[in-house]
């Protein structure tokens, strides 16, 4: 694995196109929340990574069809798609926050799609909505896809990750509210009613989210200098925050109480994919066994002799 395949992407360096790009993702996941139909977690309002960009995936349409609005980081364009092959575009290019929520609307309406959502963003401290947003209109495509190339290789690592469970477990999935890659275990267990407290956000979101006992992981593109891997435990196990994890570069954040490990140590590091995992396993690991979760059902084992073909 070269280190080209993990690209570097400084987080200042590509600040003002993530936080527009941030809110135009907001504006179609909130299409999603809209349109299909509720999952435990709210795992039915999130993006999946896909060869050119971000998708929503296929969605409920009005009148009985299906549809699918992908951010297609390579011809930077937003591609809004209805069962049968009738599609429109919108240009990522540098545009306003509220130019974005117009055009895409406007698409929508021509495809007669007929759908609403509350134009207001949520879980970031400025909730202009995004009809009045004009502070918010820079675009990078270079940056875009770097940050895109990022999630390609995250998707990878956290599906492989993913694969030694076999317990309740996330997809791997894009959640536009933080702007974070995630994948969850959980242990079976109800956890203790979840404080809330992210900003413009009900309480209720978040209470929804953490109903049960979880070991969370992923990717957030705005910590660090390049961004950083996270994994956190709710409820946290007592002993949790002073575990011993991997690899060294790896430490305990009382402020996000989570564990962080920055993106560049895994992107210059001989074997990429094998930090990652390291970090990934052993920080499950001290929630698990610090939490006593059931592990002998929960781990996955392939049944001797099973194997792909």
């Known amino acids: 694995m070269t280190e080209s395949t993990w690209p570097a992407l400084r987080v200042d360096d590509w600040t003002d196109t993530r936080e527009t790009l941030h809110r135009w993702m907001q504006i179609v996941g909130k299409v999603r929340l809209a349109q299909a139909p509720m999952l435990n977690h709210w795992w039915q309002v999130t ?3 896909t060869p050119r960009g971000l998708s929503t ?4 349409a009005p009148g009985g069809r299906a549809f699918e609005i992908e951010f297609d980081f390579c011809a930077h364009q937003l591609r809004i798609t209805v069962e049968g092959g009738e599609h429109r575009e919108v240009a990522l290019e540098p545009k306003s926050v509220a130019a974005f929520y ?5 698409a929508l309406a021509a495809l007669n799609l007929d759908v609403r959502i509350w134009p207001v963003p949520v879980e970031i401290e400025d909730a202009t909505p995004f009809t009045e947003d004009t502070a918010h209109a820079s675009y990078d495509p270079a940056a ?3 940050f895109w190339r990022q999630l390609v290789q995250v998707d990878r690592v956290l599906t492989r990750f993913r694969a030694g469970f076999q317990g309740k477990v996330s997809p791997v999935h ?3 509210g933080a702007m974070d890659m995630a994948v969850t275990r959980f242990s079976g267990r ?3 009613r979840h404080p809330g407290g992210a900003p413009n956000c009900g309480d209720w979101v978040m209470v929804e989210g953490y109903s049960h006992e979880l070991a969370s992981c992923g990717f957030w593109p705005g910590g660090g200098e390049e961004g950083a891997f996270y994994s956190y435990a709710y409820p946290e196990p007592d002993g949790y925050s002073t575990a ?4 060294a570069e790896a430490f305990y954040s009382a402020d996000f109480r989570q564990f962080l490990l920055p993106y560049e140590a895994v992107r210059t590091a001989a074997d990429p994919e094998a930090t990652a995992l390291r970090f990934l396993q052993t920080t499950y690991d001290a929630a698990a066994d ?5 592990r002998d059902t929960l781990d996955y084992r392939p049944v001797e002799g099973a194997r792909p073909a």
Do not use: C, I, K
Not at 102 to 106: H, I, Q, T
Not at 244 to 247: N, R
């Open 144 to 146: 875009a896809q770097l």
């Open 244 to 247: 011993s994890v991997e690899p």
């Open 47 to 49: 993006l999946y990574v």
């Open 57 to 60: 995936s296929s969605m409920p």
């Open 102 to 106: 117009g055009e895409v609307m406007d």
């Open 290 to 294: 610090l939490g006593e979760w059931d």
């Open 190 to 192: 109800t956890a203790p």
């Open 174 to 176: 894009f959640f536009w």
